[in-house]
């Protein structure tokens, strides 16, 4: 299941939830876990990708050059 983040529009605490897409789809809302609210809204966020770069991967092996 993905991920979606909200923010409330009562509180402005923003959260996280799984739900699958079919029901998110269907026209639900989830509720605000600080206040309770209903008057919620699905937010997008920045994806982070985190990769090393080449030259600081360690070498080890017969192969290696260091």
Same mark, same amino acid.
């Given at each position: %299941? &993905?991920?979606? /983040?909200?923010v !409330? =529009? =009562?509180c402005?605490a923003?959260?996280d939830?799984?739900v699958?897409i079919g029901k998110?789809? #269907? @026209?639900w809302q989830p509720? !605000?876990p600080? !206040? @309770? @609210?209903v008057q919620? $809204?699905?937010?997008?966020? /920045?994806? /982070?990708? %985190?990769a $090393? #770069? &080449?030259? #600081? /991967? &360690?070498r080890? @092996?017969c !192969?290696?050059?260091?």
């Amino acid at each position: %299941m &993905p991920i979606y /983040a909200y923010v !409330c =529009e =009562e509180c402005g605490a923003e959260f996280d939830i799984f739900v699958s897409i079919g029901k998110k789809e #269907s @026209g639900w809302q989830p509720r !605000c876990p600080k !206040c @309770g @609210g209903v008057q919620t $809204r699905h937010v997008f966020r /920045a994806v /982070a990708k %985190m990769a $090393r #770069s &080449p030259d #600081s /991967a &360690p070498r080890v @092996g017969c !192969c290696s050059s260091r």
